[in-house]
């Protein structure tokens, strides 16, 4: 949206992605009843990096004490119940929503979470649609359906549910899953691989879960990879 901002010219504007986004998001919080929107693509200042580390830290307990979240699902039109590794071959068979590493947080944080399709038309919620979800995500129903207050994950099960996703930045695979393992620390971009042990770090200070212990070196390389990072990492697939 930064860039949008550069452009002259207004029709060009309204022509990009981005700003149908988040058009249509206005539209269907006003139609909602809602006085007030928070979108990611417009309202994170990423050139002020106190913002941007602020944010990111908060971003889990905001999508939390929501009332609503919208998620848009741009490349289908319905909702998936089975792989489809035909249509969508960049994405592990599911629509791209569901390979990011962000949307992992975007998907358990919220009460209320509801899904549209390519043409903003509502096609389910997070409660009715918990059983499909556990299929596509791995992550149980009963966390999706009532917080990770009502079964406490492991740090290796929330880990788990990260395989196989992935994100533009390295550093962002483990900044994604502060606020899923409960654990804050500023944002270093350049680092690349640095960013998850300082993620581990965190979770030994802040945590007495033991399974991270569990690891040996080379298990613990393999960890890193479950990290949604740009390329998925050899432990793909992983249940």
């Avoid at 949008?4 to 009843?33: F, H, P």
């Avoid at 791209?96 to 949307?103: A, D, M």
């Amino acid at each position: 949206m930064a860039e949008l901002g550069k452009l002259g010219k207004r029709r060009e504007i309204r022509r990009k992605a981005g700003y149908q986004k988040v058009l249509s998001t206005c539209e269907r919080t006003k139609k909602d009843g809602f006085e007030w929107l928070w979108v990611d693509t417009c309202c994170i200042d990423k050139q002020s990096s106190s913002e941007l580390s602020e944010t990111i830290n908060s971003m889990f307990h905001w999508y939390k004490n929501s009332r609503r979240c919208y998620a848009y699902l741009h490349d289908t039109t319905s909702f998936p119940t089975k792989r489809d590794s035909e249509n969508f071959k960049q994405s592990n068979g599911w629509p791209e929503w569901f390979s990011r590493g962000w949307t992992l947080q975007e998907l358990i944080a919220p009460k209320d979470l509801q899904f549209f399709n390519k043409d903003w038309k509502y096609i389910g919620d997070k409660q009715t649609l918990a059983s499909t979800l556990e299929g596509i995500t791995r992550v149980p129903s009963s966390v999706l359906k009532d917080g990770l207050s009502s079964f406490r994950p492991s740090v290796a099960q929330i880990m788990s549910w990260a395989a196989d996703r992935t994100t533009t930045r390295i550093e962002d695979g483990a900044y994604s899953l502060m606020g899923l393992l409960d654990v804050n620390m500023p944002m270093l971009y350049g680092r690349e691989e640095k960013a998850f042990q300082r993620l581990q770090l965190e979770v030994i200070r802040a945590s007495n879960d033991q399974t991270i212990f569990r690891l040996g070196s080379r298990e613990k390389d393999a960890a890193y990879e479950q990290c949604p990072r740009r390329q998925p990492g050899p432990l793909q697939g992983l249940p």
